[in-house]
């Protein structure tokens, strides 16, 4: 189903509207509104991927994409990835837990992001000029040295792991830090240990890792 710059089709399960990168952003967003309206069917029981391309979102624009679906009964998921992440491996892990797990089997680029409804975990680096964003909690198997955002949603108790935290900015729920300025590193205390960060007396921590 394709008409003026909105494309939806099934992939593995999952609902896949992809959205045209050229086209104006608001004229992108009453297409999709009034294809939703009418294909109301299409997200019974099913998980949505937005794919943009290599279109670049900033908070607000993600927030009205996300609206627009919200009031949907049957959705689980709304993942929404850019700049051909999709052209590599991903899979949703089933938990138990409160929240469903994207698992991304690769290093994230300078331009890339990825905003998931859940945990994310990544298996590769974030690189600077990279961004993640997660309601739950986001776990790299690598070097992180990007922007990361986990609680998007306001949870405060959600962390962000990796096995060393350089990042550019991090935010945890409604709390925010950045890397000082000239410096590259959060932390040099624990170079060879996995770290996390999370909030602590009402702002973020980076530590070591411990069992």
Not at 21 to 34: M, N, S, T, V
Not at 79 to 89: C, G, P, T, W, Y
Not at 98 to 105: A, C, Q
Not at 171 to 180: E, T, Y
């Amino acid at each position: 189903m394709q008409d003026e710059g909105v494309n939806f089709r099934w992939d593995e399960g999952s609902l896949v509207i992809t959205l045209d990168d050229e086209l104006d952003f608001q004229h992108l967003i009453e297409q999709l509104k009034e294809k939703v309206i009418k294909a109301k069917g299409f997200f019974i029981n099913s998980n949505l991927r937005i794919e943009l391309n290599n279109r670049k979102l900033n908070k607000e624009e993600k927030n009205q994409l996300v609206e627009i679906f919200n009031s949907l009964q049957g959705l689980s998921v709304i993942e929404i990835v850019s700049n051909s992440i999709l052209d590599q491996k991903t899979e949703e892990v089933k938990e138990d837990s409160e929240l469903p797990t994207l698992l991304l089997n690769r290093t994230l680029r300078s331009g890339q992001s990825i905003t998931y409804e859940g945990n994310v975990v990544i298996k590769g680096d974030v690189n600077p000029g990279a961004e993640v964003t997660a309601t739950g909690d986001i776990l790299v198997m690598g070097i992180f040295r990007g922007i990361g955002h986990a609680g998007a949603s306001g949870r405060e108790e959600s962390t962000i792991i990796a096995f060393r935290l350089q990042p550019l900015q991090l935010r945890i729920g409604n709390k925010i830090s950045r890397a000082p300025d000239g410096e590259v590193n959060y932390s040099t205390d624990y170079a060879d240990r996995p770290e996390i960060a999370l909030i602590k007396d009402g702002a973020i921590l980076i530590k070591e890792l411990k069992n």
